[in-house]
């Protein structure tokens, strides 16, 4: 039986991410980095990558749990179940960046690892990481907290856009697989080491509600260092506190206090036998939640064709680039909800659920 806020928390993530890249595709006119409708942007993108990556470490932690349990489930189950996901993931992540080439106006090169080659990483693991305990791997994700500062500038503190997406050879790809790329492995397996421990504490809200005060404490001690050190609290990549492209240590803490804080408001009562939070009023995103993967695949080809058609084009006007970038975010919801009423059998999960 699914979980309502479960699916309402992936379908924020996966609408969050359309978001961002729909700003990135189609920025508008006059609005720099620095502008405050660039730093709202950034902003969703900067916290939806990781609780959509913690979400499906949540769901990749319950499936290879359940699978452990069962007795009957040996080393050639394990394959069947494991082989088909990072195949698929992995075939995804080809795809999308062939959808978004930088060929045709886009963003990626047709090799560049991403968050789904990082989730691929993440089922290979399973079947280790769930005979740690919860204590062994709290202390392996505050390892990966800590990564970025023992890497320190392997992780390419200055490195533009196009140098992490792209590498030359199989070194430099697995260096960006690993480390030094847009999703590498350390530190974003702490996200998938976060959605575990999100599963087991599902029965205990007060220690989540602990862990989110700490959280957010450490935030307020960043704005402070903003405030005192007189630089930007949180940018993409540069000189800030908080930086995305590589992540950092504070935005590692930051993003995961608000992904422990967004499950806790969203999931309300149901953990416990009652309903997620706002009851019904947000069962409408239930249906994107389910399909995440065919979203995060299907946004990328509209994304590239819209990113082909204005190649050598001015930008948009603020309020035209506002309002497709609102309206292609929004219209996946009601896509959504036609798709598992009629076709819920075509899709990657569906694909995924018969070859598994």
Not at 192 to 214: F, Y
Not at 270 to 298: H, M, Q
Not at 330 to 356: C, D, G, K, T, Y
């Given at each position: 039986?699914?979980?309502?806020?479960?699916?309402?928390?992936?379908?924020?993530?996966?609408?969050?991410?359309?978001?961002?890249?729909t700003a990135a595709i189609i920025p508008?006119?006059?609005?720099?980095?620095?502008?405050?409708?660039?730093?709202?942007?950034?902003?969703?993108?900067?916290?939806?990558?990781?609780?959509?990556?913690?979400?499906?470490?949540?769901?990749?932690?319950?499936?290879?749990?359940?699978?452990?349990?069962?007795?009957?489930?040996?080393?050639?189950?394990?394959?069947?179940?494991?082989?088909?996901?990072?195949?698929?993931?992995?075939?995804?992540?080809?795809?999308?960046?062939?959808?978004?080439?930088?060929?045709?106006?886009?963003?990626?090169?047709?090799?560049?690892?991403?968050?789904?080659?990082?989730?691929?990483?993440?089922?290979?693991?399973?079947?280790?990481?769930?005979?740690?305990?919860?204590?062994?791997?709290?202390?392996?994700?505050?390892?990966?907290?800590?990564?970025?500062?023992?890497?320190?500038?392997?992780?390419?503190?200055?490195?533009?856009?196009?140098?992490?997406?792209?590498?030359?050879?199989?070194?430099?790809?697995?260096?960006?697989?690993?480390?030094?790329?847009?999703?590498?492995?350390?530190?974003?397996?702490?996200?998938?080491?976060?959605?575990?421990?999100?599963?087991?504490?599902?029965?205990?809200?007060?220690?989540?509600?602990?862990?989110?005060?700490?959280?957010?404490?450490?935030?307020?001690?960043?704005?402070?260092?903003?405030?005192?050190?007189?630089?930007?609290?949180?940018?993409?990549?540069?000189?800030?506190?908080?930086?995305?492209?590589?992540?950092?240590?504070?935005?590692?803490?930051?993003?995961?206090?608000?992904?422990?804080?967004?499950?806790?408001?969203?999931?309300?009562?149901?953990?416990?036998?009652?309903?997620?939070?706002?009851?019904?009023?947000?069962?409408?995103?239930?249906?994107?939640?389910?399909?995440?993967?065919?979203?995060?695949?299907?946004?990328?080809?509209?994304?590239?064709?819209?990113?082909?058609?204005?190649?050598?084009?001015?930008?948009?006007?603020?309020?035209?680039?506002?309002?497709?970038?609102?309206?292609?975010?929004?219209?996946?919801?009601?896509?959504?909800?036609?798709?598992?009423?009629?076709?819920?059998?075509?899709?990657?999960?569906?694909?995924l659920s018969r070859i598994s």
């Amino acid at each position: 039986m699914r979980l309502g806020h479960i699916d309402r928390m992936r379908a924020i993530a996966v609408l969050c991410m359309v978001e961002v890249h729909t700003a990135a595709i189609i920025p508008p006119e006059g609005v720099t980095v620095g502008h405050p409708a660039a730093f709202v942007a950034a902003a969703f993108g900067g916290m939806a990558a990781p609780m959509f990556v913690a979400i499906s470490g949540w769901g990749i932690h319950m499936s290879a749990t359940r699978r452990a349990a069962d007795p009957e489930h040996d080393a050639g189950r394990w394959l069947s179940w494991l082989l088909p996901r990072v195949l698929l993931l992995s075939l995804c992540q080809l795809l999308v960046n062939l959808l978004l080439n930088a060929d045709r106006g886009g963003r990626f090169e047709w090799h560049t690892p991403g968050v789904l080659t990082l989730l691929a990483i993440a089922a290979l693991l399973a079947p280790v990481l769930i005979r740690l305990s919860m204590r062994g791997r709290g202390v392996l994700m505050l390892l990966m907290v800590a990564a970025p500062l023992a890497i320190g500038d392997a992780v390419g503190p200055d490195w533009s856009w196009w140098e992490r997406v792209d590498s030359q050879g199989t070194s430099e790809w697995l260096a960006r697989l690993l480390w030094n790329g847009t999703y590498p492995a350390v530190p974003w397996l702490g996200y998938v080491l976060l959605g575990s421990i999100i599963h087991d504490l599902a029965d205990q809200p007060s220690a989540r509600e602990r862990n989110i005060a700490i959280g957010l404490a450490a935030t307020t001690v960043t704005m402070f260092i903003a405030v005192l050190e007189d630089i930007d609290w949180a940018l993409t990549s540069g000189d800030a506190v908080l930086t995305f492209f590589p992540a950092n240590t504070p935005f590692l803490i930051v993003s995961g206090t608000f992904v422990l804080l967004a499950h806790r408001l969203l999931e309300g009562a149901e953990s416990s036998g009652g309903e997620p939070a706002l009851g019904d009023r947000l069962a409408a995103l239930e249906p994107a939640g389910r399909i995440t993967l065919t979203i995060y695949v299907a946004h990328f080809a509209v994304l590239g064709a819209v990113a082909s058609m204005m190649e050598g084009e001015p930008r948009l006007g603020l309020v035209t680039a506002f309002a497709l970038t609102i309206a292609h975010t929004l219209v996946w919801i009601p896509l959504a909800i036609w798709h598992q009423r009629h076709i819920p059998n075509l899709s990657f999960e569906a694909l995924l659920s018969r070859i598994s």
